[in-house]
Every structure is written in C-alpha cells, then in structure tokens.
C-alpha cells in the first residue's frame, strides 16, 4: 500500500476536488491511500493559510512515518515562502518519502532535491481530479506510485538525469537557497499565461544563471495573452535562440505543462518507489 | 548646449512622440538640442528593429563626441538582448555620457553603471512628451541635464549611493553579466501592470540574492490587475516582509514609477553634468 498525505503548500483546493480525487483512487487505485489534510481547504488572503499554518501541515505530512509519499494538492503561488524553513524541519522519516507536484510547487520540489530528502517528482496535482482530462494526468502520478512507469516524460533514458520546472519559477529560484546543483541534467521547462516578451526575459535570466547543463528541453507554453504587437519568435524560436546565446544543447520539447498531457519527471536517475 | 541623442534600445516610438519632444525643447529649453535616430520608428515584430538595428544605433549615439547624453526613447521590452554587447562596443566618447531612461531600459543603466561608462540616470522618457502631465516628468529629465536638481527624488541625500529599477528588470538581472554591485546602495524599486502575487515572488528573487544594501525604497506600484482574490497584503506590506526577512532596511517610498511624478535618480553619487 502506498500511503499518500496531501496537503497544499501554496492555494487552497474545495471539499469537491477531494472528493472527486478519492473516488478516482476508491475506483482504480485500490492499493492506494489518499489522506486530505484539512489545511488543503483553508484560505489566507491569497494562500491556503497563513505561512506558518501551510509550514505546519507540510511538516505533519512529511515527518509523520506513516505516509510514504507527500502530493502537493495545488500550485498557485506561495510555496516559495515556506520552503526553506520547511526543508530546515524535516525529521528523517521525511527522507525516505516521495515528493510530487508541479508549477509553484517547483520551490519546494527544488528545496528537497537540493538538500537531498526524499524524492521531488514533476507531476499533476489533486486539484486536477474533477475533469475528465485531468484525471488522465492524475493517473500517470498515481500509476508511477504503483511502479508503472507508462506516465514518464518520453525522453527519459535513465542515463541523465532531469528536473522540470515551471519557467518563473525555475527563474525565480536561480542563485536563492533553493536552488539546486542542475550541473549536468536535462531540464525541461513549461509556462502558462504569460506573454512570449516575458518567456523572453526569463530565457535571458536562466541563459544567464543556470549552469552547464546536458540540455534543455522546452514543454507546453499555453493560454499565452494577446500582446498589442505580435512578438516575432514563438516559444521554440525563442527557446532556441537563447539556448544558443548560452551554450545550451537544445533538445527540443517535452511533454510537460499545464494540460492534460503533463506527463511525470521524477527529479534526478530516480526509478518509481518500491511498493510493499 | 546640451546635445542629446535619441535612439529606441528596446521598442519604438513614432514621429508624434518626437514631434512633442522637439516642440517642448524648443519653446522650454533653447539651450538643449535634441536628435532622434531614425531607428526609434523603425520596427521588427515586438521590437524597434532586429537586435542588430538597435544596438547599431545606440553605439551611433554613444560613440559619437558630438552628443552630450544618450536618452532612451522608450521602454517595453528588449534593451536586455542588447545590453551586454552595447558595452563591449563603447568607445571612449561613450565613456563622458549621460545615459537616461527607466523601466526596460534598466538593463542598459545597469550594465554602463557596472561598466562604469558615462552616468546612468532613472528618468522618464520621450516618450512621454505628448500628454500635459507626461512632459511634466519629462521636463525634469531635461532641467536635470542643464544643473536644475529640482526634479531628483527627494530623499536622495548626497552621502549613500543610489540606484532605481523596475522590479521585474532587477530580478532578471541579478547574477546575470549586466549586475552591477549595488552594496551599500539605496535600492529604489517601481513596478506596473503586476499581480500583487507576482510583486510579492519578485521580492522574494530579491530578498535572496542582492547584496547588503544600504536599503530599500518602494516607488508607486501602480496598474495592478484584479486578481480572483484579494492578495492579503499591499504593496508596502510586501516590501517590508520581504525586506525583515532579508535583513535589508526598508526606507519607505520613493517618487518614481510609471506615472507622471517619476522623479529623476542618478546612479551612484551623481551631481548633474556641467554645462558648456
């Protein structure tokens, strides 16, 4: 059984979107075991809590032996303002677990894997749960607990290991105390709702700041807004051109983003969890 | 005299904005002259020509001796993919220049600033000249280039050096080749047309990676969307946050933003240029 604590570090989800997760895993997971923790449906202003109140539930979920996997309910914002306190916190039971989520939860996926505690894994959230494709999504992360690796980003090879991240937020990490040595890894990299002239300057801060990688890969860039102007470049031109600038091997795209398609990037050479 | 060149480093301009430009000078400040390169109206998809064009004509108006100062027409995006090779390409006549414009053109102020070419200053911009209110900001660039300090912000003392940004620019700065050392600056940051959210991660970028400052001013934060709930905090409340956990004192506000009272900053320990 694979016992799964879920908690949201950044926005809060609904009663629904719990329920709609618990009957997927009732119907199809049987050998699985989903725990809400009533913070998830809390609200602060913009946060899911106070920071304090999101540290404390991510701390229950992480340093309690009984759960051997933590899922991240929801992105948003917010994640960043707990995590370094967070990874301070956490007892060794918190080091034998996996980690999964995706978008603003990539601080704390960054966090964990930089101090080496447990298993930070790229993959959908249970908010995604009460659509239809959504739920395709939430599969993949459920199969991969189980040990099923059908839901992993295709250009995985076992030999080099990988991160994602959501753009801004890889950006926003660089040179900060989450940030983690991606010296040698092929990072894959997904947008949502932003302008391709921002896409732009993050590309120029990351070309910038990261450091000698094996490759970047580029996943989904959707719902971009209507600019006054038409850029020029889309997301692959852009992509390319500043890999170039950089020295960055190109590798072309990923199958990860904000969609159904989003597919599972456990962070490093890792292997799905052993289940007992 | 003051001879001033105009050239577009990130998006253009049209014959209007430089046709109020030319009326103001000339009914105002006789003793200024004021020249467009044609390359401000020219454009490349987002841009006010290709990479290329740009940094071709801002190296026209930064190495040549016939001009006193170098204005950047306006802001909007791209005066990053340039910055770093304008520097390179500077000759000595660029080195006794007065550099002005804010927002976008950050980028540029803050690689000369580190370069320690000519005199970068916060200011508006032309174009700004065809609104009453606008050539207001306007007018006090242009008083600041003939010895008028009227228009500096005012908590500018004479004793710490200082040094103004757009916030989103200085995120992508840091750590980038265009950085200058900002330690023991007052820091004065502005922003626009950003989620609260997006205020509060740009800080959080911030907190992490300036160096020790001498503080921080928060300048207007102004055009913020409506997001589909309310942040929680305001923009002050943010700055100090991010400011306590950092460690950096937060000062209070400063006058410059994107409104008609952004007042000028020259960087470092600036007095206005002499004029011939």
Request: hydrophobic share 45%; aromatic share 8%.
């Amino acid at each position: 059984m694979t016992n799964i604590a879920i908690c949201a570090p950044a926005t809060p989800i609904t009663r629904d979107h719990a329920a709609a997760l618990e009957a997927l895993v009732a119907a199809e997971f049987p050998a699985h075991r989903v725990s809400f923790h009533d913070q998830c449906f809390e609200s602060a202003g913009h946060f899911a809590g106070s920071d304090l109140r999101r540290l404390e539930a991510l701390l229950d979920c992480a340093n309690d032996p009984a759960f051997d996997a933590v899922w991240f309910a929801k992105g948003g914002y917010g994640s960043n303002r707990i995590a370094e306190a967070a990874v301070a916190q956490m007892s060794q039971a918190a080091r034998s677990k996996t980690y999964v989520g995706f978008s603003d939860c990539g601080y704390l996926l960054a966090a964990l894997y930089r101090a080496g505690i447990g298993q930070s894994v790229h993959g959908s959230m249970p908010v995604s749960a009460r659509s239809e494709r959504g739920r395709e999504a939430v599969r993949r992360v459920l199969r991969w607990l189980e040990g099923d690796v059908s839901g992993v980003e295709p250009s995985i090879d076992g030999t080099t290991p990988a991160a994602a991240f959501n753009l801004i937020t890889l950006a926003m990490i660089t040179n900060t105390p989450l940030m983690p040595d991606l010296s040698g890894h092929v990072v894959m990299v997904e947008e949502v709702s932003e302008h391709l002239y921002s896409i732009d300057r993050l590309f120029f801060h990351l070309a910038n700041t990261l450091p000698r990688l094996a490759g970047l890969r580029l996943g989904a860039v959707t719902d971009v807004p209507e600019n006054y102007v038409e850029f020029g470049q889309d997301e692959v031109a852009i992509a390319r051109f500043w890999c170039d600038r950089a020295g960055i091997p190109y590798l072309g795209r990923a199958e990860i983003g904000h969609t159904s398609a989003n597919r599972v990037v456990p962070f490093g050479l890792a292997s799905p969890p052993t289940t007992a």
